[in-house]
């Protein structure tokens, strides 16, 4: 540095409109993610009530909770610290210390009360002060003011957030017309419920069918996080609403916004869409996901208990086979025909075993679902609908042919899950079922074998 020349110490200035903006950018849709973050912050602070007030005459937001409040440490070292957080733990859906942004900063100006303290703000100066004793809360209230008309109307219109959240909160919303009378009250329960667990092995999420909410809605996968509603995903081959409920790490899963997946779980989730998209009438079945709940031994429980034996009226304990009642599997085992399609599908199966020098274990039975021919489950069980066979009953060589085929399709499907990790009918897919037909093709060979397991039944 030459000796005239002058050194001014500074700061990055940071004007009142830029955490506005910023907020605008940042998130895909700012004002339900204002109500989610305050939400959020509620339920990490294990709060039971939970009340948001819409106040018209002055608009203002008021969050009130009943959770553990703040010390003046953590206002003044966390809440208030751009990036400053309290949570360590696992089980918090708050990581970033990001979110005061758009709750607090963003807006015309914030008042904080929490325990003994209360905090006057606007973006980034504040004040402090000490509460009256007799004006001392259990939990936190925060007061935004949200000066523009069209912020307040598109935040206070976000009251369906809370029908897609799962929490034992007791949610109330208020709201206060112009004349400071009180207009609206409600109060929220769930709508979006997770009914049945689709059995997918991953470590950051599991994944349910939730209950019907109305078609449009419907068509939607929902990623929660603490049963809290993150962000959803549109998808138009459903017909019933996926909830995916995150595990693990806030920070590690979510992009800072918390708006969608980042690094290699964006990739993963891509994937379960992709799936849910191409083999949506197994995934998203309820009958079908119901029954492999129920009866689908996992693959560590097969190896510590051995092969779990089904109650079935076939002798070999190995297959499987359901329909949506007992009686009706019950009434179709009775036929004599069926048992000659099990020994059949098991010859089948064991050549291609044979003929690929596949060791995996593959358990074989019957679904009774008319929305299939046949399913995969991960990479053991491979089920066929006898019904969709037995259509054919009248040509038996037509009958060989569609076995064959679904459970060609079906291998398939093993054989891409075991390689790629995934299965979708895309080209990779189509390669390898040509691949297994060509194995072992071949309908006036099979129509002998099937001859011999029906004379050996
Ligand atoms: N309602 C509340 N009750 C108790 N503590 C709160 C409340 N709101 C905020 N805090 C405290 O303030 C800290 C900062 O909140 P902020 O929402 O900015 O970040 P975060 O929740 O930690 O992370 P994220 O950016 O992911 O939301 C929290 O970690 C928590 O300790
Ligand atoms: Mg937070």
Redesign the pocket.
């Known amino acids: 540095m030459s000796s005239n020349e002058q050194q001014y110490e500074s700061q990055v200035a940071v004007p009142h409109e830029y955490f506005h903006n910023m907020s605008k950018m940042d998130y895909n849709n700012p004002h339900v993610a204002f109500v989610r ?1 305050l939400f ?3 339920v ?2 294990g709060c039971k009530n939970f009340i948001l007030v819409f106040d018209r005459s002055t608009n203002e937001v008021v969050a009130i ?1 009943d ?4 010390t003046e440490d ?1 206002i003044r070292n ?2 208030l610290v751009m990036g ?4 360590d733990s696992q089980d918090a859906i ?7 942004v758009l ?1 607090y900063f963003s807006w015309e100006s914030y008042e904080i009360r ?1 325990n003994n303290i209360r905090v006057i703000g606007k973006s980034n100066h504040y004040s402090i002060s000490k509460l009256d004793p007799n004006d001392v809360i259990k939990g ?1 209230v925060s007061t935004i003011k949200i000066s523009e008309e069209v912020d307040f109307d598109k935040i206070t219109r976000c009251k369906d957030f809370f029908e897609y959240c799962e929490t034992n909160v007791i949610i109330t919303r208020i709201i206060i017309d112009k004349n400071g009378d009180e207009e609206f009250v409600s109060i929220f329960r769930p709508k979006l419920v997770k009914e049945i667990c689709i059995p997918i092995e991953s470590d950051f999420m599991s994944i349910y069918i939730g209950s019907d909410i109305g078609e449009y809605s419907n068509q939607y996968v929902y990623i929660r996080s603490n049963g809290v509603l993150m962000f959803n995903n549109w998808s138009n081959v459903l017909k019933r609403p996926i909830v995916v409920e995150t595990k693990g790490s ?1 920070r590690d899963l979510f992009t800072q916004n ?1 708006d969608s997946f980042k690094r290699e779980y964006a990739s993963k989730f891509q994937e379960l869409i992709t799936r849910i998209n191409n083999d949506n009438v197994s995934m998203t079945n309820a009958a079908l996901q119901n029954f492999f709940n129920k009866n689908i031994p996992t693959v560590d429980k097969r190896k510590k208990d051995g092969e779990r034996k089904l109650k079935i009226p076939v002798e070999n304990g190995k297959f499987i086979s359901w329909g949506k009642t007992k009686a009706e599997w019950k009434l179709y085992f009775k036929k004599r025909k069926i048992k000659n399609i099990k020994y059949f599908m098991e010859h089948v199966v064991n050549e291609y075993k044979t003929f690929t020098n596949t060791q995996d274990d593959i358990m074989l039975g019957f679904v009774f679902d008319p929305s299939v021919d046949g399913v995969m489950v991960g990479t053991s069980n491979l089920f066929i609908n006898p019904i969709s066979i037995d259509l054919h009953r009248k040509n038996k060589r037509k009958m060989i042919y569609v076995i064959l085929d679904i459970i060609c399709h079906e291998l398939a499907h093993f054989e891409t899950l075991k390689h790629e990790g995934y299965s979708y009918h895309n080209e990779g897919f189509v390669g390898r079922l040509h691949k297994i037909k060509l194995l072992f093709w071949d309908v006036d060979f099979w129509y002998k074998e099937y001859k011999k397991c029906c004379a050996n039944s």
């Open positions: 973050e959020q912050n509620s990490d602070a909770d959770g553990c409040g703040m953590i966390r809440l400053g957080t309290h949570k708050g990581a970033f210390g990001h979110a005061k709750i929490t936190t806030a918390r």
